[in-house]
């Protein structure tokens, strides 16, 4: 399946000479660090000429996840018309790039080495420097492109694979806060929405798991039917931890499916409640680390005192939750800092998000890592983000009051609280 976002095309000559000249750079992005195949072309005013997507979602769903030599062997078959797409729906030449970025870490090694490897063939015919990317800081940036945030903010990563508390303070520092103990939050909505059997509803059909769950949640009647714990609700940290809610509601299900005596391919009678209260629940766990990690930047003085703005940043897939975004929203509101997200295309992997932060890179003048000596780039399958203050905020000990908040703000008698 193939996506196609935006495309200033058609460019006239001058038009084109602007967009390449000093003042106005233009760099390609590719992106293959899971099982997207994406690449965009993208100015320095941050004007998205064009982007094409193929997504693996469709190949993999048979799966159940994702099967990284499959990956692989898709991202061959599509990364040079995934490109090329991308530079005929800009009406734009290899020649006129100012630079090619890639994504060369963390991520599958077996998808990251076909963006690396296409993006050095790119990089070493038209003779442009290549700007490895760093996959999760490139997410942290992707706001930056439709919104004036300033620098430094605190930002929230979450997704299929990560769950991260960051401070960011240039395109060069990131100071992590907290970090994911076991599973990531996109990672256990997608695997509860498959236990749930929710693909077997013709509307959920189509939908990531997490999607289906936030769906079918809003739909409920009653919010409140499960009960799930706060996990690490005695530590006085900003780490997170999925697997406890998990493998409560696969509990919770093999409970419901005994007492009521399910066909293998039944839902629960009440799977959208159950939805709701799981929705809940990880969101619960998201609001009480992200105001510790709020409260613990205040404390330490992380923003400057020049600096009056304050902003909370959310990015990665789970972003594009409505309920999570609205409540985290509602929570630094109480705090004084405004929140802010990507749109919602620009959320999950994209090329789009990889050549922003190249253009990001290259105005700010950190080029450290920008090269012409291709074969000095490699990839990486793990790797920090930053620095680590993570025990810091351990020693803080920073015991909070929780701000109030309706994780489903509906006018029902009965709203659910935080």
Known sequence: MCRIFMNFNRLSTSARRYFSSQSSRLVLGIETSCDDTGAALVTGEGKVLAEYIHSQQSSHLRF???????????????????????????????????????????????????????????????????????????????????????????????????SLLVFVENTASFRLLGETLDDAPGEALDKIARRLKLRNVSKYAQMSG?????????????KTTYEFPLPLSKYRDCQFSFAGLKNTATRHILEQESTHNLAPDALLPDYEEFCACFLKGVTRHMLHRTQRAIEYCERRNLFPSSTNQRSLVISGGVACNDVIFNALSTMATQFGYSTYRPPKKLCTDNGTMIAWNGVEKLLATDTAEMTRKYEAVDISGKCPIGESLIDDVKEANIACKWAKVDVFPVKEEMQSKV
């Open 64 to 162: 159940g996840g994702i099967i990284p030599p499959v990956a692989q062997d898709i991202h061959r078959a599509n990364i040079e018309n995934v490109v090329n797409k991308t530079f005929q729906l800009a009406n734009v030449s290899p020649s006129e790039i100012d630079a090619v970025a890639v994504t060369n870490r963390p991520g599958l090694p077996l998808s990251l080495i076909v963006g690396l490897r296409y993006a050095k063939h790119i990089a070493r015919t038209y003779d442009k420097p290549l700007i490895p990317i760093h996959h999760m800081q490139a997410h942290a940036l992707m706001a930056r492109m439709n919104s004036s945030i300033p620098y430094p903010f605190l930002c929230l990563l979450v997704s299929g694979g990560h």
């Open 210 to 222: 997490g999607q289906a769950i936030e769906v079918a949640a809003q739909a409920a009647s009653n």
